[in-house]
């Protein structure tokens, strides 16, 4: 796979607590420079991100309920309204995942609805990524989210925050893409460092790559 067209499945992304403004500007450079897909930042930079990156076609990513999803549906609805007023063109959102292990899935696609409710009324185009931490769950569970992100009216199922005890795995988007079918993203996250692991993922299923070291991964792609 060559640089440009690996570049424009990649999420370039700068989501840690101790994310500046500086970092969010190198970002956006970067992004703009090797023609990433998007920037995923906190909510805190989504107008910021949005400025540098309007000139090109970089869009830009929020963050809902990062990292733990522990939020309620209510303030992650809130929480989206107010990313998508300064600029985001995507979500991505985090489950309750304990919801989804304790078996409550009622709650998990309240969640879900609340998010994609406000991308839907957004004027323009607005996708929603729902976040499992797949490495948190069990096989079944994994299938289960995976399903009720579908019934929810997401556009893709990601695998991870990178913020967990584990990232994307080869199986895991796999397991996704079987989940969810040919009309639904997969997007894989965490622990991606370089080309070979970025490209094992896209053979599996994956359309979209999440990752911080997204320059690391394109360098070692062909012309």
Same mark, same amino acid.
């Given at each position: $796979?060559?640089?440009?067209?690996?570049?424009? *499945?990649?999420?370039?992304?700068?989501?840690? !607590?101790?994310a500046?403004?500086?970092?969010?500007?190198?970002?956006?450079?970067?992004?703009?420079?090797?023609? %990433?897909?998007?920037?995923?930042?906190?909510?805190?930079?989504?107008?910021?991100?949005?400025e540098?990156?309007?000139?090109?076609?970089?869009k830009?990513?929020? =963050? +809902?309920? %990062?990292?733990?999803? $522990?939020?309620t !549906?209510e303030?992650?609805?809130?929480?989206?309204?107010?990313?998508?007023?300064?600029?985001?063109?995507?979500?991505? $959102?985090? +489950?309750?995942?304990?919801?989804?292990?304790?078996g409550?899935?009622?709650?998990?696609?309240?969640?879900?609805?609340?998010?994609?409710? =406000?991308?839907?009324?957004?004027?323009?185009?607005?996708?929603?990524? =729902?976040?499992?931490?797949?490495?948190?769950?069990?096989?079944?569970?994994?299938?289960?989210?995976?399903?009720?992100?579908?019934?929810?009216?997401?556009? %893709?199922v990601?695998? &991870?925050?990178? %913020?967990?005890?584990?990232?994307?795995?080869?199986e895991?988007?796999?397991?996704?893409?079987?989940?969810?079918?040919?009309k *639904?993203?997969?997007?894989?996250?965490?622990? +991606?460092?370089?080309?070979?692991?970025?490209?094992? $993922?896209?053979?599996?299923?994956?359309?979209?790559?999440?990752?911080?070291? &997204? =320059?690391?991964?394109?360098?070692?792609?062909?012309?």
């Amino acid at each position: $796979m060559r640089k440009k067209e690996l570049a424009k *499945m990649i999420d370039h992304t700068l989501l840690g !607590p101790t994310a500046t403004v500086e970092g969010v500007k190198r970002l956006c450079a970067e992004a703009n420079r090797y023609g %990433f897909y998007s920037v995923c930042v906190n909510p805190c930079h989504v107008a910021l991100a949005r400025e540098l990156t309007l000139e090109e076609p970089v869009k830009v990513c929020a =963050v +809902i309920g %990062f990292p733990h999803g $522990m939020t309620t !549906p209510e303030v992650k609805g809130f929480e989206a309204q107010k990313a998508v007023a300064a600029g985001a063109e995507e979500l991505d $959102m985090v +489950i309750n995942v304990a919801a989804l292990k304790e078996g409550d899935y009622e709650a998990v696609l309240t969640d879900i609805r609340a998010v994609c409710d =406000v991308a839907r009324k957004a004027p323009g185009k607005v996708l929603v990524k =729902v976040i499992l931490e797949t490495a948190l769950l069990e096989e079944q569970e994994k299938v289960a989210g995976a399903i009720l992100a579908k019934a929810g009216g997401a556009d %893709f199922v990601k695998t &991870s925050t990178g %913020f967990g005890p584990g990232g994307a795995t080869v199986e895991d988007v796999s397991l996704l893409r079987r989940t969810v079918g040919d009309k *639904m993203g997969v997007k894989a996250a965490g622990g +991606i460092r370089d080309y070979e692991t970025a490209v094992k $993922m896209i053979e599996a299923g994956a359309n979209r790559i999440g990752a911080s070291r &997204s =320059v690391e991964i394109i360098a070692g792609a062909p012309e």
